[in-house]
Nanobody, 115 residues
Framework: QVRVVESGGDLVQPGGSLRLSCVVS????????MGWFRQASGSEREFLAR???????YYSDTAKGRFKTSRDDTKDTVFLQMSTLKPEDTAAYYC?????????WGQGIQVTVSS
């Protein structure tokens, strides 16, 4: 069974940094992409960043500059490094995996930016 597990959500102060992790396990044949989304209370889920099978990285305008995504050498873990966090970054953050033409979502982790 393919599993997507996120970790790293926390309460942080404005201006602080946080690194989220997404670990994938299970068997699959064709990896397409992994990405990060977030959903603030009362808002639609928003795309932040993704890494494709070729290694290409794409960022939304929201994420570009302050957020950085990366992949470990084994390609089973992706990270979202968030810097200079603002209260408006408060949201549930989700990892999205696409393998074998199927979409898998992590459970979501809460990031709260507040004094």
């Amino acid at each position: 069974q393919v599993r997507v597990v996120e970790s790293g959500g926390d309460l942080v102060q404005p201006g602080g940094s946080l690194r989220l992790s997404c670990v994938v396990s299970g068997s699959f044949s064709n990896f397409s992409a992994m990405g990060w989304f977030r959903q603030a209370s009362g808002s639609e889920r928003e795309f932040l960043a993704r890494i494709t099978a070729s290694g290409a990285i794409y960022y939304s305008d929201t994420a570009k500059g302050r957020f950085k995504t990366s992949r470990d050498d084994t390609k089973d873990t992706v990270f979202l490094q968030m810097s200079t966090l603002k209260p408006e970054d408060t949201a549930a953050y989700y990892c999205r995996l696409i393998v074998d033409n199927r979409v898998y979502w992590g459970q979501g982790i809460q990031v709260t930016v507040s004094s």
